[in-house]
């Protein structure tokens, strides 16, 4: 069984960076799509990024859309999120999930079967 770890998040300033981690263990990330989501207090958790098993299908939400990339690296078994001009409304618990279904490319929260604990996120102004 697949086991996510999420890590980078912290405490910024409005308009600065900082890169998430999505470290898989138990078993290769490789072969799935990833997908970074978040979510803040009294609001349903939101799609923002994901990515294909080969890094090259990539979605956004229109809202982070110029700002985050998100990327892969199989050989580390590791999805990142590199989140750039920062701005307080990015202030949220960021997930990561995998999606086992081969092949498939979804921005459904439903569709994605392992999920990590979170890690904290807060942009000030």
């Known amino acids: 069984q697949v086991q996510l770890a999420e890590s980078g998040g912290g405490l910024v300033q409005a308009g600065g960076s900082l890169r998430l981690s999505c470290a898989a263990s138990g078993r290769t990330l490789s072969s799935y799509t990833v997908g970074w989501f978040r979510q803040t207090p009294g609001k349903e958790r939101e799609f923002v990024a994901r990515i294909g098993w080969n890094g090259v299908y990539t979605r956004y939400t229109d809202s982070v859309k110029g700002r985050f990339t998100i990327s892969r690296d199989n050989a580390k078994n590791t999805v990142y999120l590199q989140m750039n001009s920062l701005k307080p409304e990015d202030t949220a618990v960021y997930y990561c999930?995998?999606?086992?279904?081969?092949?498939?490319?979804?921005?459904?929260?439903?569709?994605?079967?392992?999920w990590g604990q979170g890690t904290q996120v807060t942009v000030s102004t």
């Open positions: 999930a995998a999606d086992q279904t081969p092949g498939r490319l979804t921005e459904s929260e439903s569709e994605y079967e392992l």
